[in-house]
């Protein structure tokens, strides 16, 4: 059974940084993708960051330069740091571990199901 918690959300002023942990239990974190999503108010939920088991990264537009996602495999642990955050960057930020990661990340594989943390709020006021 893997578990994922995340920890690290609150309120930031405009232009400050928050560092996101996300906590995995179980044996197959070291050999997956790691994910984080967010999910603002009303809005779909939209994937942000991944890292590959051996340390790769991929960024979508709406965060790269600011948000910068790594993993520490021996703490069995991703991390987000979000930087010059936003008004906008608002939402519930969720860790991920799952098979959408093949195609975003370039992996052959996945194992397991799809895993998801219950998020973290990251709140920032202008």
């Known amino acids: 059974q893997v578990q994922l918690v995340e920890s690290g959300g609150g309120l930031v002023q405009a232009g400050g940084s928050l560092r996101l942990s996300c906590a995995a239990s179980g044996t197959i974190f070291s050999r997956n993708g790691m994910a984080w999503y967010r999910q603002a108010p009303g809005k779909q939920r939209e994937l942000l960051a991944g890292?590959?088991?051996?340390?790769?990264?991929n960024y979508t537009d709406s965060v790269k330069g600011r948000f910068t996602i790594s993993r520490d495999n021996a703490k069995n642990t991703v991390y987000l740091q979000m930087n010059s955050l936003k008004p906008e960057d608002t939402a519930v930020y969720y860790c991920?571990?799952?098979?959408?990661?093949?195609?975003?990340?370039?992996?052959?594989?996945?194992?397991?199901?799809?895993?998801w943390g219950k998020g973290t709020l990251v709140t920032v006021s202008s």
């Open positions: 991920n571990s799952g098979p959408a990661l093949l195609s975003f990340l370039s992996l052959r594989v996945h194992y397991g199901l799809d895993y």
């Open positions: 890292i590959s088991p051996g340390g790769t990264t």
